[in-house]
């Protein structure tokens, strides 16, 4: 009968979340070091992100680039911000998964945070569990801004020149550059440490995630130029987003 109890109570808890995310139900605490126990596995190996909505801070939007043929996606959070972000037995299963809502190659989730901790992200890819780095939500308390603002050179037709003006180099790790097609697809992903960035050219790329040689851009074709501007702990500090007409 208790076991009934249990399981009912789950339930009414879950129906009052209105198309967030997926349940899972615990027979007991799932931690992330016992996952990890006996497997394979490579930390630090996700490149993902998080930042609040634009339009609600209790919604945080984590962007995470997904190997092709990864499977059993999880996120796992700590009950606390003040731990040690690399002990993974700070870490437990979220009981409610991140909801996914952008299935592409930088697939985006999106999940309510009513409190100040830490994630990790975690999959399985060729025999093997790949984990994020821990990323600091940081919805409460520094909200991350979105600009619409960044300058375009395209003088060198189907080279354009990315500027954009950085808000503090306080908390500032690196850049994350999105490169899209006006169909979405990924043109190319690159970071680079310089707020500048140029279609085609890798001088000041530091990490280049594109899997194949960036396409043409075709005159007269809409595309989208998108930046994240991340901080040491992997949370968002501002999201930079452009539209333009290849030149």
């Given at each position: 009968?208790?076991?009934?109890?249990?399981?009912?109570?789950?339930?009414?808890?879950?129906?009052?979340?209105?198309?967030?995310?997926?349940?899972?139900?615990?027979?007991?605490?799932?931690?992330?070091?016992?996952?990890?126990?006996?497997?394979?596995?490579?930390?630090?190996?996700?490149?993902?992100?998080?930042?609040?909505?634009?339009?609600?801070?209790?919604?945080?939007?984590?962007?995470?680039?997904?190997?092709?043929?990864?499977?059993?996606?999880?996120?796992?959070?700590?009950?606390?911000?003040?731990?040690?972000?690399?002990?993974?037995?700070?870490?437990?299963?979220?009981?409610?998964?991140?909801?996914?809502?952008?299935?592409?190659?930088?697939?985006?989730?999106?999940?309510?945070?009513?409190?100040?901790?830490?994630?990790i992200m975690t999959y399985k890819h060729e025999g093997k569990i790949k984990l994020s780095?821990?990323?600091?939500?940081?919805?409460?308390?520094?909200?991350?801004?979105?600009?619409?603002?960044?300058?375009?050179?395209?003088?060198?037709?189907?080279?354009?020149?990315?500027?954009?003006?950085?808000?503090?180099?306080?908390?500032?790790?690196?850049?994350?550059?999105?490169?899209?097609?006006?169909?979405?697809?990924?043109?190319?992903?690159?970071?680079?440490?310089?707020?500048?960035?140029?279609?085609?050219?890798?001088?000041?790329?530091?990490?280049?995630?594109?899997?194949?040689?960036?396409?043409?851009?075709?005159?007269?074709?809409?595309?989208?130029?998108?930046?994240?501007?991340?901080?040491?702990?992997?949370?968002?500090?501002?999201?930079?987003?452009?539209?333009?007409?290849?030149?």
């Open positions: 009968m208790k076991r009934i109890v249990i399981i009912a109570l789950l339930a009414l808890t879950n129906s009052c979340v209105k198309n967030e995310s997926v349940p899972i139900v615990f027979e007991e605490l799932i931690v992330l070091a016992n996952d990890l126990e006996g497997n394979l596995y490579q930390t630090d190996a996700i490149h993902a992100f998080a930042a609040n909505d634009m339009s609600n801070n209790d919604h945080v939007n984590i962007f995470a680039v997904v190997e092709d043929g990864a499977t059993d996606i999880k996120f796992y959070e700590s009950d606390y911000p003040n731990i040690d972000a690399q002990d993974f037995y700070s870490y437990r299963l979220m009981e409610i998964q991140p909801t996914l809502t952008v299935d592409a190659k930088v697939k985006e989730f999106r999940h309510t945070f009513l409190r100040d901790e830490w994630i780095s821990p990323i600091r939500i940081n919805n409460l308390f520094q909200q991350t801004q979105y600009i619409a603002d960044i300058g375009i050179n395209q003088e060198q037709s189907g080279m354009p020149i990315f500027d954009w003006n950085v808000q503090s180099y306080d908390d500032n790790a690196f850049f994350f550059e999105i490169m899209k097609g006006d169909t979405s697809e990924v043109l190319s992903l690159t970071f680079t440490n310089e707020s500048k960035f140029q279609y085609f050219n890798l001088a000041n790329v530091t990490l280049n995630l594109s899997t194949a040689s960036p396409p043409d851009l075709v005159i007269g074709n809409d595309y989208e130029f998108m930046v994240l501007d991340v901080g040491l702990d992997h949370w968002i500090n501002t999201v930079y987003h452009y539209n333009f007409i290849a030149e």
